[in-house]
């Protein structure tokens, strides 16, 4: 079975600083891992994924996630936070199968001025 | 052209009630999901059909009964809603198992 631990529920940073939103996985299978962002009031959107080509995943809006199996981790980055990330970040697993595919708990990302 | 579509975006309901939310993707994709995020965030999956068939059913109360009458769509029924229904309820699509789901933009369900 599968599992996702985000270990912060809420993550505070200034315009223009760096962004670290940490993931955790748990799989029995080769599995696949996805970031999701959640703006207020709004659905989901993809934001990158890993499906076992290059372990550095580029995504949209200058959002990058490294998988490192040795660490079972898949952290999101973004070098320079801009106001508008400001918004719930959800890790998904899925195994090759896609016969589950599990959110992580979510973690709230706050931009300041 | 909205890729995964639902209705209504907003239901406000009495307990008891019957109602039903509507999807509809225009993405060609085999697999559909209704997921449910509660008033945490916390996003768990309801159901999941693969061309038509059903494939996930978690546990879920037997108020609630999906319905796909094709590949396109995937309703969602509830019976006798209950204070504890209210919820987002998330349509999503994938193009098959294992592969990246594309969501609509939910419905807020909320049961008086």
């Known amino acids: 079975a599968q599992s996702v631990t985000q270990l912060d529920s809420h993550v505070s940073v200034s315009e223009g600083t760096p962004v670290l939103l940490r993931c955790n996985y748990s799989?029995?299978?080769?599995?696949?891992l996805f970031w999701y962002v959640q703006h207020p009031n709004k659905g989901l959107q993809l934001l990158l994924k890993?499906?076992?080509?290059?372990?550095l995943v580029k995504g949209i809006n200058g959002f990058e996630a490294e998988f490192k199996k040795s660490e079972t981790s898949f952290h999101l980055t973004k070098p320079s936070a801009h106001m508008s990330d400001a918004a719930e970040y959800f890790c998904?697993?899925?195994?090759?199968?896609?016969?589950?595919?599990?959110f992580g708990p979510g973690t709230r990302l706050s931009v300041l001025p | 052209d909205t890729a995964v579509s639902q209705t209504p975006k907003y239901l406000v309901t009495q307990m008891g009630n019957d109602k039903s939310i509507k999807c509809e993707q225009n993405?060609?994709?085999?697999?559909m999901y209704w997921y449910k995020q509660d008033s945490k965030k916390f996003l768990k999956i309801m159901f999941s059909?693969?061309?038509?068939?059903?494939?996930i059913n978690e546990t879920v109360p037997n108020r609630f009964s999906p319905k796909s009458p094709d590949k396109a769509h995937l309703n969602l029924h509830i019976n006798s809603l209950e204070l504890g229904d209210s919820a987002v309820y998330f349509c999503?699509?994938?193009?098959?198992?294992?592969?990246?789901?594309?969501f609509g933009q939910g419905t807020r369900l909320t049961v008086v």
């Open positions: 993405l060609g994709h085999d697999t």
């Open positions: 059909y693969n061309n038509k068939e059903l494939i």
């Open positions: 799989s029995s299978y080769s599995p696949s």
């Open positions: 998904v697993v899925s195994d090759r199968r896609g016969q589950n595919f599990v």
């Open positions: 890993y499906t076992s080509a290059a372990t």
């Open positions: 999503a699509s994938s193009q098959r198992l294992g592969r990246e789901a594309f």
